[in-house]
Antibody, heavy 123, light 106 residues
Framework: VQLVESGGTLIQPGRSLRLSCEASGFTFKNYAMHWVRQVPGKGLEWVSSISWNSYEIAYADSVRGRFATSRDNGRNFLYLQMSRLRAEDTATYYC?????????????????WGQGTMVLVSP | IPLTQSPSTLSASVGDRVIITCRASQLFNDWVAWYQQRPGKAPQFLDL???NLDGEVPSRFSASGSGTEFTLTISNLQPDDSATYYC?????????FGQGTKLEIK
């Protein structure tokens, strides 16, 4: 099982950025997927989750209306489209696999994580 | 509905047993997940549900609790256990993490 994030970069406030997560080693289409971020030196913050069929998508209050999560089950990719970026969005962004292959929506935990991609929002 | 971990930092010696507590402000989900994050690495889910003597999670790790109080116990501490540990709950279309407990091995 492998998750590989990409797309992180230095970007100015107010701009948009798309993160990608390529999944391999498991049946991607069967699992909900998640984004979690971590400000350097701080704790983990859940960002967004998407059900296996994209019918259910949830967002943290801090990003709702600015971020959009999507997935491509044919290509085994998870995406996080980030817009109107703010300095406080600076973090390492992890994609994570849901623990439950039978979850109609979302499971209770994330049993596999990518290595993360860093987003730095700065003028 | 925050999750509060205690202690925030912990220093112990090789061979010691430590207990990390995770408290929810109210009852919602009767289970928490635990993660280990070593410095500079991604978090790793601690699979404590299965009998896991040959798996990635040593049997020295165990979890218990229900309701609003949960614990992670690590016995016979090893240098490799030095990490930050997080608890997490799924609550109605959102996930909450505890603030983390940083474990230092003396």
């Amino acid at each position: 099982v492998q998750l590989v994030e990409s797309g992180g970069t230095l970007i100015q406030p107010g701009r948009s950025l798309r993160l990608s997560c390529e999944a391999s080693g498991f049946t991607f289409k069967n699992y909900a997927m998640h984004w979690v971020r971590q400000v350097p030196g701080k704790g983990l913050e859940w960002v967004s989750s998407i059900s296996w069929n994209s019918y259910e998508i949830a967002y943290a209050d801090s990003v709702r209306g600015r971020f959009a999560t999507s997935r491509d089950n044919g290509r085994n990719f998870l995406y996080l489209q980030m817009s109107r970026l703010r300095a406080e969005d600076t973090a390492t962004y992890y994609c994570a696999k849901d623990i439950d292959p039978a979850a109609a929506k979302f499971g209770d935990a994330f049993d596999m994580w990518g290595q993360g991609t860093m987003v730095l929002v700065s003028p | 509905i925050p999750l509060t971990q205690s202690p925030s930092t912990l220093s112990a010696s090789v061979g010691d047993r430590v207990i990390i507590t995770c408290r929810a402000s109210q009852l919602f989900n009767d289970w928490v997940a635990w993660y280990q994050q070593r410095p500079g690495k991604a978090p790793q889910f601690l699979d404590l549900e299965t009998s896991n003597l040959d798996g990635e999670v040593p049997s020295r790790f165990s979890a218990s609790g229900s309701g609003t109080e949960f614990t992670l116990t690590i016995s016979n501490l090893q240098p490799d256990d030095s990490a930050t540990y997080y608890c997490q709950q799924y609550i109605s279309y959102s996930y909450i993490f505890g603030q983390g407990t940083k474990l230092e091995i003396k």
